[in-house]
């Protein structure tokens, strides 16, 4: 996508809908991907916390599961 948007010639010969389908489409995806990114560091958080969603919402003050960072990931996704 940006060789496209950096190199004029691809647009040599299109028609103003091809480049208006073109911008869109990188629009929508830079979208999906903003909304994916916060998504995926969210649970990150959580994961790397040892938290729910729900008592990540209640913002309960101490968790007892909690076995620091490393631990507590490799509790989720595995040691391999």
């Given at each position: 996508?940006?060789?496209?948007?950096?190199h004029?010639?691809?647009?040599?010969?299109?028609?103003?809908?091809?480049?208006?389908?073109?911008?869109?489409?990188?629009?929508?995806?830079?979208?999906?991907?903003?909304?994916?990114?916060?998504?995926?560091?969210?649970?990150?958080?959580?994961?790397?916390?040892?938290?729910?969603?729900?008592?990540?919402?209640?913002?309960?003050?101490?968790?007892?599961?909690?076995?620091?960072?490393?631990?507590?990931?490799m509790?989720?996704?595995?040691?391999?």
């Amino acid at each position: 996508a940006c060789y496209v948007l950096l190199h004029q010639e691809f647009y040599l010969g299109k028609t103003v809908p091809h480049v208006f389908n073109l911008v869109l489409s990188l629009v929508f995806a830079a979208a999906l991907g903003v909304g994916l990114g916060a998504f995926l560091i969210y649970h990150l958080h959580m994961v790397i916390h040892n938290r729910s969603t729900i008592e990540d919402l209640e913002k309960t003050p101490s968790n007892r599961w909690n076995l620091g960072w490393k631990k507590n990931f490799m509790q989720v996704f595995g040691s391999h």
